[in-house]
């Protein structure tokens, strides 16, 4: 069984900052990739950044410059730094963990958080 909790969310200013964390728990053999992806009304769901096992990290270009996405491999925790927010990154934000689990040795699954909601305005 696997369990993603998420904290941070909440109302921000236009120009403000959020932190967003995610503790992952479970019968992890390996974590492959930790990400964020985010969900605006009326839309999609998109990734907005991912960070690999090695550290490689990749992002969305809406958010590139702003964001910064950082793991605690010992903590199996994965971070969004947010900064100079703007109206257009309210959305509802989910973490997400590929990885393989010891009683799934051959699987690489997706897990998800319940999300957590973003929300910038004045």
């Known amino acids: 069984q696997v369990q993603l909790v998420e904290s941070g969310g909440g109302l921000v200013q236009p120009g403000g900052s959020l932190r967003l964390s995610c503790a992952a728990a479970?019968?992890?053999?390996?974590?492959?990739?930790m990400g964020w992806y985010r969900q605006p009304p009326g839309k999609q769901r998109e990734l907005v950044a991912l960070?690999?096992?090695?550290?490689?990290?990749h992002y969305a270009d809406a958010v590139k410059g702003r964001f910064t996405i950082s793991r605690d491999n010992a903590k199996n925790t994965v971070y969004l730094q947010m900064n100079s927010l703007q109206a257009e990154d309210t959305a509802v934000y989910y973490c997400?963990?590929?990885?393989?689990?010891?009683?799934?040795?051959?699987?690489?699954?997706?897990?998800w958080g319940q999300g957590t909601q973003v929300t910038v305005s004045s």
């Open positions: 960070i690999t096992n090695s550290g490689s990290t």
């Open positions: 997400n963990v590929r990885a393989v689990l010891v009683t799934t040795v051959a699987k690489i699954s997706d897990f």
């Open positions: 479970g019968s992890f053999l390996s974590i492959n990739a």
